[in-house]
Structure formats: C-alpha cells, structure tokens
C-alpha cells in the first residue's frame, strides 16, 4: 500500500464490513483483493459488493489454481497479480 499510495489515492479496508463502509464515503476505481481472505468472509463475498458498486476487482494471491483463476474471471474479476 506504500507503494501504491506515491502514485494513488488509497484507502485500506481490513473487513468486509470496514469495506463497506468506505464505499458508502466515496467511488472507488480498482480493488485488490486478496483471494484468501482474513476476516474469514469467503471473497465472494468482497466480489459480490465491490461488482455491484461498478469497481474492477484485482485478484491478489501467493498461489492460485487454474481453477480458482477461472473461477474469478468467470465471476468478473478484471485480472490477477501474483504476490511474489
């Protein structure tokens, strides 16, 4: 997120709730999400608002099967970045 905040306008969301919460603050153009996350929602759950308030939603993850990549881009994810 250092990184990113040089060039961006970034806001951290640590659940799904908080998430939420900053949604209903402003737009937002892009998500990164990690595909395990760690509040214990499934990322569906992230997918399913971020999708219906119009934000790209970039996969993050260290490992990911081809299913799993399928999966997200089926249910329209924009892409993925490995963490590495």
């Not at 905040?5 to 919460?21: D, G, R």
């Not at 990690?34 to 993050?60: A, F």
């Not at 260290?62 to 329209?76: I, P, R, S, V």
């Amino acid at each position: 997120s250092m990184l990113l905040a040089k060039h961006f306008n970034v806001t951290i969301a640590c659940n799904l709730l908080e998430m939420q919460a900053c949604l209903a603050q402003q737009k937002f153009d892009l998500a990164l999400l990690d595909l395990k996350m760690s509040d214990g929602h499934p990322c569906r759950h992230y997918r399913e608002v971020l999708k219906k308030e119009g934000v790209l939603i970039l996969i993050v993850a260290a490992t990911m099967t081809d299913a799993e990549l399928f999966d997200c881009f089926h249910k329209g994810v924009y892409g993925y970045a490995p963490k590495d």
